[in-house]
Nanobody, 118 residues
Framework: QVQLVESGGGLVQPGGSLKLSCATS????????MGWYRQAPGKQRELVAT???????SYADSVKGRFTISRENEKNTVHLQMNGLKPEDTAVYYC????????????WGQGTQVTVSS
C-alpha cells in the first residue's frame, strides 16, 4: 500500500507562514485526489483542502484566502502553503490521497504538527 510522508510542520508566530509537503512512496494515478486534513486537540478531524487530478481545488471556509494547495504529479507530491497563520490553525496536519471513483480507499500520512503561538 502506498505510504504518505509529510514534512514542513513546526512552530510559527501568528501572521507567519509555513509550507507543508507530502510525498508518496510510489507512483500514484495522477487522477487521484490529494488533500490535507487537520485535527486540533479535543476536536474532530476536519478537511482543510483538496486538489483533484485536474487541479481543481476546494478549501474549508476557515482557510480560504490564506492557504493554497498545489501538486506536482511528476513528483507525486502535494503542498500546502499556509499564510496569515492564526492560533486556531494549530493542529496535526494529515496528508491524504484516494481515487475519486473509490473515496473509501483513502490513505493517510502520519501527520505533522503545526503550532501557531507567540
Amino acid at each position: 500500500q502506498v505510504q504518505l510522508v509529510e514534512s514542513g510542520g513546526g512552530l510559527v508566530q501568528p501572521g507567519g507562514s509555513l509550507k507543508l509537503s507530502c510525498a508518496t512512496s510510489e507512483n500514484i494515478n495522477s487522477r487521484y485526489v490529494m488533500g490535507w486534513y487537520r485535527q486540533a486537540p479535543g476536536k474532530q478531524r476536519e478537511l482543510v483542502a483538496t486538489i483533484t487530478g485536474y487541479f481543481s481545488t476546494s478549501y474549508a471556509d476557515s482557510v480560504k484566502g490564506r492557504f493554497t494547495i498545489s501538486r506536482e504529479n511528476e513528483k507525486n507530491t502535494v503542498h500546502l502553503q499556509m499564510n496569515g497563520l492564526k492560533p486556531e490553525d494549530t493542529a496535526v496536519y494529515y496528508c491524504t490521497t484516494y481515487p475519486p471513483w473509490a473515496p473509501e480507499v483513502i490513505v493517510w500520512g502520519q501527520g505533522t504538527q503545526v503550532t501557531v503561538s507567540s
